[in-house]
C-alpha cells in the first residue's frame, strides 16, 4: 500500500488527537527506522525516550518470542514468573521495598496518587492533598492531567479532581510556603521532560526531601522519562543522592512493550491491601518477560555509562553550533536527556531534519528535545549534527 493510501485511512478510521508527520513507519533496527517506501532515518526520538536500547533489540525480542510461545496472560490472581524477576531486579537495584506493576507512566502516577493518599488515610489524619510544579507533565488520566501543571492539558476536561495546588519548579520557598496541614505529598521530576527539559538547581532534590521530612509528608518521584539511565545514573534522583517514598518508572523499562511500575517504601505500600487498587494487564507476563530482558541490559551492558559519555559528547557539540547560530538560546541537559532552546518556532526545523532523515521531537513550541537510544555512538551524534547544521543553515 502507498504511503497517501495508509494516512487516508489512519485520517478516516483514528482519533485526531494526535498531529502526526506524513511518513508511515514500517521496520526499526538499533537507533535506524525506516518508513514504507523505504528511507532510512536515524531515531533521536526513541518513541520519546523509550526504546532506550534501539530498535529490536536481540536480547528483548529473544524473550518476547520466548515467552509469548509459553504463556501470554494471566491474572495477577496467580504468581507469575518473569514479575518475580522483574520485582526482585528493581528493588536489589533501587532504595525501596515493593514494586506494583501497570501498564504506562500515566496508570504508575494514578497508582502513587492513590497510594499515598490511601497511606495518608490510615497513618496521616487524612491529609489528601498534592503539591506538584508547575509546568510539569504527569499523564493524561484524570488524576495525572490535574497533576500536570500546565492548564492547557486540562482546559475542557473539568471537573477536575480536588486537591492539586500547583507552584514554581525549582522554588523551595515556593514549596515550603504551599505546605498545609492538608499535605499529603509532593509530586516532582527530577528533570522536567514535556516542560522542555528543564534541569533544577543542584540540591533541589534534596531540598524537596529535607521539606517532606521536616512536614512528615511523601516525596514522590516521577522518573517515567528520566529513569532506567536516561540522565546517565540508573535514577535522576541518584543524581542528589535523594531516596524518594514513592518512584513511578515507564518509557525506557519495556524498551516499547508497554509497562509501567510504581515503586515505594514497604511502610507505605503496606496500604495496598487485595482489592485496594489493581490492573488487569499490569505486571503479564509478556510485558515482564520484555522489561526483564531490557532491565538486565541496561544494567549489564555499560548502557548506563554510554548515556553519561556520549551525552557530555553530545552536550559539548551541541554549544559548538550554539556559537555558530544566534537562534540557539541554550543548550542544555544530563546524560542524554538534552534540551535546545530556539529563539524561534522548532516546529519547522523538525519537519526539515525529518526530510534529511533525522527524527527529532519539538516541545513547548520552541525547545528541540533529544532522548535517543542511549545505545547511540559518538559516530552516530556526528551524523544527526551534520543534518542538524546543514537544516539550520537553510532556516
Known amino acids: 500500500m502507498k504511503k497517501e493510501e495508509w494516512i487516508e485511512l489512519s485520517d478516516k478510521y483514528i482519533m485526531p488527537n494526535y498531529k502526526r508527520f506524513p511518513v508511515v513507519i514500517t521496520r526499526g533496527l538499533g537507533v535506524h527506522l525506516w518508513d514504507s517506501e523505504g528511507r532510512s532515518y536515524l531515531d533521536l526520538v526513541a518513541g520519546i525516550a523509550v526504546c532506550a536500547l534501539g530498535h529490536s533489540h536481540p536480547r528483548v525480542v529473544a524473550a518476547i518470542k520466548e515467552q509469548v510461545e509459553n504463556l501470554t496472560h494471566i491474572s495477577n490472581y496467580y504468581h507469575i514468573a518473569p514479575q518475580i524477576l522483574l520485582a526482585t531486579l528493581l528493588v536489589e537495584n533501587s532504595p525501596l521495598d515493593k514494586v506494583f506493576f501497570c501498564n504506562s507512566g500515566a496508570e504508575a502516577n494514578e497508582a502513587a496518587i492513590k497510594l499515598a493518599r490511601r497511606y495518608a488515610f490510615e497513618h496521616m489524619n487524612g491529609k489528601n492533598e498534592f503539591i506538584t510544579m508547575r509546568n510539569s507533565f504527569h499523564g493524561r488520566t484524570l488524576a495525572t492531567v490535574t497533576a500536570t501543571g500546565q492548564e492547557n492539558l486540562q482546559a475542557g476536561f473539568g471537573p477536575l479532581p480536588e486537591g492539586f495546588h500547583y507552584v514554581p519548579y525549582n522554588d523551595l520557598p515556593a514549596l515550603d510556603a504551599a505546605i498545609t496541614d492538608k499535605t499529603c505529598g509532593v509530586i516532582v521530576e527530577p528533570i522536567q521532560g514535556e516542560g522542555g527539559v528543564i534541569i533544577p538547581d543542584p540540591g533541589y532534590l534534596q531540598g524537596i526531601r529535607k521539606s517532606c521530612d521536616e512536614h512528615g509528608i511523601l516525596m514522590i518521584a516521577d522518573e517515567i522519562q528520566t529513569g532506567m539511565g536516561r540522565t546517565g545514573m540508573l535514577f535522576a534522583c541518584d543524581h542528589e543522592d535523594v531516596v524518594p517514598d514513592l518512584?513511578?518508572?515507564?518509557?525506557?523499562?519495556?524498551?516499547?512493550?508497554?509497562?509501567?511500575?510504581?515503586?515505594?517504601?514497604?511502610?507505605?505500600?503496606?496500604?495496598?491491601?487485595?482489592?485496594?487498587?489493581?490492573?488487569?494487564?499490569?505486571?503479564?507476563?509478556?510485558?515482564?518477560?520484555?522489561?526483564?530482558?531490557?532491565?538486565?541490559?541496561?544494567?549489564?551492558?555499560?548502557?548506563?555509562?554510554?548515556?553519561?559519555?556520549?551525552?557530555?559528547?553530545?552536550?559539548?557539540?551541541?554549544?559548538?553550533?550554539?556559537?555558530?547560530?544566534?537562534?540557539?538560546?541554550?543548550?542544555?541537559?544530563?546524560?542524554?536527556?538534552?534540551?535546545?532552546?530556539?529563539?524561534?518556532?522548532?516546529?519547522?526545523?523538525?519537519?526539515?531534519?525529518?526530510?534529511?532523515?533525522?527524527?527529532?521531537?519539538?516541545?513547548?513550541?520552541?525547545?528541540?528535545?533529544?532522548?535517543?537510544?542511549?545505545?547511540?555512538?559518538?559516530?552516530?551524534?556526528?551524523?544527526?549534527?551534520?543534518?542538524?547544521?546543514?537544516?539550520?543553515?537553510?532556516?
Open 247 to 395: 518512584m513511578t518508572l515507564a518509557k525506557a523499562l519495556g524498551n516499547g512493550f508497554p509497562i509501567g511500575a510504581l515503586l515505594a517504601k514497604e511502610h507505605i505500600a503496606a496500604a495496598f491491601v487485595p482489592g485496594s487498587h489493581g490492573s488487569t494487564f499490569g505486571g503479564n507476563p509478556l510485558a515482564c518477560a520484555a522489561a526483564l530482558a531490557a532491565v538486565q541490559t541496561i544494567l549489564e551492558e555499560g548502557v548506563v555509562d554510554n548515556s553519561r559519555v556520549v551525552g557530555e559528547y553530545f552536550l559539548a557539540q551541541l554549544a559548538k553550533l550554539k556559537d555558530k547560530y544566534p537562534v540557539i538560546r541554550e543548550v542544555r541537559g544530563k546524560g542524554l536527556m538534552i534540551g535546545v532552546e530556539l529563539a524561534s518556532p522548532g516546529a519547522g526545523l523538525v519537519l526539515k531534519c525529518m526530510e534529511k532523515g533525522l527524527l527529532i521531537n519539538c516541545t513547548n513550541g520552541n525547545i528541540l528535545r533529544f532522548v535517543p537510544p542511549l545505545i547511540i555512538t559518538e559516530y552516530d551524534v556526528d551524523r544527526a549534527l551534520q543534518i542538524l547544521d546543514e537544516a539550520l543553515g537553510e532556516q
